[in-house]
């Protein structure tokens, strides 16, 4: 098999392909062109969509160039794949100002120093924008049928749970097709991967291309990733693991990893770092909390460097192992001034206000069940408040909820 499909299944990435021999073959013989299209529905990606940069920096290690394409126009009509209501339509000044923010996180994954294989980035809106309807429907609508468009899962799904379904997203995948065609003549693109719930929409370019050019071009997806505990890949308690130092510091990035459940540990590796397959094989024996601590390390060098990795690195240390608190941390700091303690801060207000838990109620039953510590030592009291006694000589405390929460609460005069 050809070493980067070879690697790509070893790494757990592969789910399925069209004509994988034929792939296979394509790959030995020629560096292609391949891409993946990420809609720009948010000012940063989140970590459910590292799988596709990772296998983009896989086609990079192998030789072949990457296309990123950003859906500027895609995103305006919203891919009903995996979704059980429209998307909100966001406005045009949004989606172009989110593609800018994400396009950064893509310069930071993948290489640009080799011009053969420094990603190539393209928005959709460039040809979405300026297509004439009735050509359209003349030149590629005639490809699709509508009995095969019912057929699909993003159709079939809404459709059975009679939940509404518009026709604007009902043409996403024919747009989304068309970006194949444009992309395979414009930029000779013979690869599109995605995931899994993309899988239809991929066919139906690689077929569209097929009746309309008479060319041979090939599709590949990946797998849905989730969580041991069954939860989808990307979303925590607390929201999104954004792949954005604005949105999410590198320290809770680090420790999203550092808390992966024991039975993904060796697949994360696999996935989310560069380290070579057989260096992870080798690596199964260790102990466990090494193995989190190596995948955190890894991950979190990856998007925010050395520097900010070995940070996140001594500051869980010194919080979790050896229980200290001081200035050089990297949790999240809540400042309180002096004089809001002078009469004591509700417990509830303060755990409310450093965004530990969204509710009183919340912090309540977290109360009952031990899950609020200052310091390490449990509140007994809903009704206790905080005061100057118990800040020591640094003016500071650590205010916990759960094993994994963490904040330092850090006076001001």
């Known amino acids: 098999m050809n070493k980067f499909l070879n690697e790509f299944k070893d790494r757990g ?6 004509n994988e021999n034929e792939l296979s073959d394509l790959l030995d013989n020629k560096k292609i062109h391949a891409y993946i299209g990420f809609d720009s529905t948010a000012s940063s990606l989140h970590v459910g969509s590292l799988i596709q940069i990772m296998c983009l920096r896989l086609l990079q290690k192998h030789g072949h160039r ?4 950003l859906g500027g126009g895609t995103t305006r009509i919203g891919d009903p794949s995996g979704k059980e209501e429209t998307r909100k339509i966001l406005s045009e000044k949004q989606i172009e100002s989110n593609i800018k923010s994400i396009q950064r996180v893509f310069n930071i994954f993948l290489k640009s120093d080799n011009p053969k294989l420094k990603p190539i980035f393209v928005n959709n809106y460039k040809w979405l924008g300026k297509l004439n309807y009735i050509n359209f429907l003349r030149e590629i609508g005639k ?3 509508i009995n095969k468009m019912l057929s699909f899962e993003s159709v079939k799904l809404r ?3 009679e939940q509404s379904l518009s026709y604007m997203e009902f043409n996403y995948m024919i747009l989304q097709a068309y970006d194949f065609l444009e992309l395979n003549k414009t930029k000779n693109c013979l690869l599109q991967i995605g995931g899994s719930d993309q899988w239809g929409n991929i066919v139906n370019g690689v077929e569209l291309i097929k009746r309309h050019s008479n060319k041979h071009v090939y599709g590949l997806t990946t797998p849905l990733i989730t969580l041991a505990s069954g939860t989808k890949m990307g979303k925590t308690e607390k929201g999104a693991i954004w792949l954005d130092k604005k949105l999410l510091s590198p320290y809770d990035y680090y420790q999203f990893w550092r808390n992966t459940d024991d039975k993904d540990v060796i697949k994360f590796l696999k996935m989310f770092t560069d380290l070579e397959v057989s260096k992870i094989e080798n690596m199964k024996n260790m102990n466990i909390n090494d193995l989190k601590e190596k995948l955190a390390l890894e991950a979190t060098k990856m998007l925010h460097g050395q520097n900010e990795a070995n940070k996140a ?4 240390i010194s919080i979790f192992v050896k229980k200290e608190i001081n200035n050089q941390t990297e949790l999240p700091i809540i400042k309180i001034k002096k004089n809001e303690l002078k009469e004591g801060l509700s417990i509830l207000d303060l755990v409310v206000r450093s965004k530990l838990l969204k509710s ?9 069940d031990n899950g609020i510590k200052i310091n390490d030592i449990p509140i007994e ?4 408040l905080v005061s100057l006694k118990i800040f020591e000589n640094l003016n500071l405390i650590k205010l916990s909820h ?3 929460n963490h904040v330092i609460i850090k006076l001001t005069n």
């Open 360 to 368: 009183k109620g919340e912090v309540r039953r977290a109360i009952k």
């Open 143 to 145: 490809h699709f049928t």
């Open 402 to 404: 759960g094993k994994k």
């Open 313 to 316: 690195f001594k500051t869980s």
């Open 66 to 69: 990457p296309i990123v394409l």
């Open 13 to 18: 990435y592969f789910y399925q392909c069209t």
């Open 381 to 384: 009291r809903e009704n206790y």
């Open 159 to 161: 459709l059975e749970r």
